[in-house]
T-cell receptor, first 111, second 115 residues
Framework: DAKTTQPNSMESNEEEPVHLPCNHS???????IHWYRQLPSQGPEYVIH?????VNNRMASLAIAEDRKSSTLILHRATLRDAAVYYC????????????WGAGTKLIIKP | EPEVTQTPSHQVTQMGQEVILRCVPI?????FYWYRQILGQKVEFLVS????????KSEIFDDQFSVERPDGSNFTLKIRSTKLEDSAMYFC?????????????FGEGSRLTVL
């Protein structure tokens, strides 16, 4: 089973920042926090990952709480093309580092 | 940008028939995966493959499934005797590390419809 908890859905206005939360209270010290997204009728796409420090890339930022029990994916300026299901996944030793998918958060972008 | 390619994009087959889904992973990657997604449901791990052998498989990956890397570039998933419940999107993925420090690259998927 997935070891993360995410809201089922969120709405945001186009061109505004979006903060997608994820809880992972059972995280252990060597677990990586990964985010993927799946656009409609497409394969999953990597977004970002991190271990302890906040991370930035061209797609998004990942803010990791100091106790690592939660994280937030930040899309700085959402566009209609960012409408997708966003998955927060722990890659951990218990699951042999496999991606164990939950239901994710369906992000709806309003024009 | 390198990408994972999958063929066919859609295959319709009769129950009991054999199906082979093909994937070309990114060329310098060492780890290969198959996932499936039944319509409206979660993505599910099927199998991982490294060094020409299965490294891990899920409960779903029973004896009707097999994987192969026949020629060093293609990575195939064979379903020996398809059942109605095998209807799903099948995604191939590849990566260059196993322990979580890198990303997996996914193909666009092969939709399998079993009639």
């Amino acid at each position: 089973d997935a070891k993360t908890t995410q809201p089922n859905s969120m709405e945001s206005n186009e061109e505004e920042p979006v903060h997608l939360p994820c809880n992972h209270s059972t995280i252990s010290g060597t677990d990586y926090i990964h985010w993927y997204r799946q656009l409609p009728s497409q394969g999953p796409e990597y977004v970002i990952h991190g271990l302890t420090s906040n991370v930035n890339n061209r797609m998004a930022s990942l803010a990791i709480a100091e106790d690592r029990k939660s994280s937030t994916l930040i899309l700085h300026r959402a566009t209609l093309r960012d409408a997708a299901v966003y998955y927060c996944i722990l890659r951990d030793m218990d699951s042999n580092y496999q991606l164990i998918w939950g239901a994710g958060t369906k992000l709806i972008i309003k024009p | 940008e390198p990408e994972v390619t999958q063929t066919p994009s859609h295959q319709v087959t009769q129950m009991g028939q054999e199906v082979i889904l093909r994937c070309v992973p990114i060329s310098n990657h060492l780890y290969f995966y198959w996932y499936r997604q039944i319509l409206g449901q979660k993505v599910e791990f099927l199998v991982s493959f490294y060094n020409n052998e299965i490294s891990e498989k899920s409960e779903i990956f029973d004896d009707q499934f097999s994987v192969e890397r026949p020629d060093g570039s293609n990575f195939t998933l064979k379903i020996r005797s398809t059942k109605l419940e095998d209807s799903a999107m099948y995604f191939c993925a590849s990566g260059d590390d196993r322990v979580g420090t890198g990303e997996l690259f996914f193909g666009e998927g092969s939709r399998l419809t079993v009639l």
